[in-house]
């Protein structure tokens, strides 16, 4: 019966991909080496774990928005999801190493993007769960089928410039938001009315009107 084990060995950025993508280096053991693993249908919830890591008196003005004022995080500061992924592990026997890609949001709707934004420098700590359906042949040479069992895990330390060169990759110098329908109709009008040529133009005329320092 399969019993296997996990290890994020590394990672990196895909190079000119649409959306801003990581690749984790899966290395994954079988404890029988001779056992033939036909493939695995492998699960994996990333969960980000947050209290594993120091934060900058900067980094924890900009995580207020998540975890309320340093005093509350306590209570407040504490492991939530990233993201769901899957892959299929092709046939190998003893062990193997796979690609295990991981898009990234830039949606500042979501919690991981405001989270991954407000980090300065240093490492993100990351928890793999891992979860599916092995397919392996016994000694009859029969196929079995068995699952993962649940208690089956990795750890990781991401450095916070590899997701920043992977957003980079895709939105250089840019960020997105979503607003809805009535809210932007008002903000393109006020575009239109003043003759703005850009958004960015639009919005540093707002800020100044509201008093704020505009950074160039």
Not at 35 to 62: D, F, G, P, W
Not at 87 to 98: A, I, K, Y
Request: aromatic letters at 12%; charged letters at 20%; a negative charge.
């Amino acid at each position: 019966m399969p019993d296997l084990n996990f290890e994020i060995t590394g990672a990196e950025v895909v190079p000119y991909s649409v959306l801003p993508t990581l690749i984790f280096k899966l290395g994954i053991a079988n404890v029988s080496e001779e056992e033939r693993i036909h493939n695995v249908n492998l699960k994996c919830q990333i969960m980000l774990s947050v209290t594993k890591r120091r934060y900058t008196a900067a980094e924890k003005a900009r995580l207020q928005d998540l975890f309320g004022t340093p005093e509350r995080w306590g209570e407040t500061l504490r492991a939530f999801l990233w993201t769901h992924v899957t892959t299929v592990v092709p046939r190998f026997s003893g062990s193997t190493v796979v690609d295990l890609p991981v898009p990234c949001s830039y949606d500042f709707e979501v919690v991981s993007t405001k989270y991954f934004n407000a980090l300065g420098d240093g490492e993100i700590p990351l928890t793999f769960l891992f979860s599916g359906t092995i397919f392996y042949e016994n000694a009859a040479g029969n196929i079995q089928i068995e699952q993962i069992s649940w208690s089956k895990e990795a750890t990781y330390r991401l450095p916070v410039a590899l997701w920043k060169e992977a957003i980079e990759e895709s939105f250089p110098n840019s960020a997105w938001i979503r607003l809805p329908r009535d809210v932007f109709d008002q903000l393109y009008q006020y575009k239109i009315e003043h003759g703005f040529p850009t958004w960015e133009a639009a919005f540093t005329r707002l800020l100044r009107a509201s008093g704020e320092e505009v950074q160039s």
